[in-house]
């Protein structure tokens, strides 16, 4: 796939409160609606997150006559999708577009990080975070959801008030330094409409 921009969406595969399947649906149906005619939408290809974004996906195509969905998923070699992408493909009578990067997991959540032009930041866990430092690294751009919770709303924080202790933490146990956080590289949607201003600038 040669398209630009890619935009990755980022979050938990068991996504905790105050996160609910339907802020992940309205975020994929948005990002496909809002997606330019050369870009692309990706995820890890886990559940969670990633499976509700990929519904909205195909919710949009279906209900506005597309004929193709302009996603795909990035695994590890020898790996698969979790079984609902392949449900939404089949409503969609399309198959899933599945690339494999990276022999391990951490080595497919850097290679999210190389793939992606902007990546948004839905809920997330300690992988999100992972991923998330690995764009800011590489100088993408991340677009955090704060009102679903997670690393999206613990970027948020730092973007306005700095490092605090739990961040601190969670970035030591993953080997990187609160250094390597630009928070010039974090932009904050507050709202599905805040989303949509973000997204009407690609």
């Not at 890619?6 to 975020?27: K, N, R, T, W």
């Not at 609606?33 to 996906?57: C, H, M, N, R």
């Not at 079984?83 to 198959?95: C, E, I, V």
């Amino acid at each position: 796939m040669n398209y630009s921009p890619a935009i990755g969406v980022l979050g938990a595969q068991f996504p905790e409160y105050p996160y609910v399947s339907q802020m992940g649906v309205d975020v994929g149906y948005l990002l496909r609606k809002f997606l330019p005619d050369s870009g692309v939408l990706f995820t890890g290809g886990v559940s969670g997150v990633g499976e509700d974004a990929y519904q909205g996906i195909i919710n949009y195509c279906l209900g506005n006559g597309l004929k193709e969905d302009r996603f795909f998923v990035l695994v590890p070699k020898g790996d698969r999708p979790s079984d609902g992408y392949y449900k939404q493909a089949k409503r969609f009578s399309h198959k899933l577009e599945i690339i494999h990067q990276g022999e391990t997991d951490i080595q497919r959540q850097e290679k999210m990080a190389e793939q992606g032009e902007v990546f948004v930041v839905v809920n997330g866990g300690y992988g999100t975070l992972n991923e998330c430092v690995h764009a800011i690294i590489r100088r993408k751009k991340i677009i955090v959801l704060p009102f679903t919770g997670g690393t999206a709303e613990e970027l948020a924080h730092y973007k306005i008030y700095g490092l605090n202790h739990s961040l601190g933490q969670k970035l030591s146990a993953l080997d990187h330094h609160s250094d390597v956080i630009d928070s010039s590289m974090i932009e904050i949607a507050n709202s599905i409409e805040d989303l949509i201003k973000h997204l009407e600038t690609l």
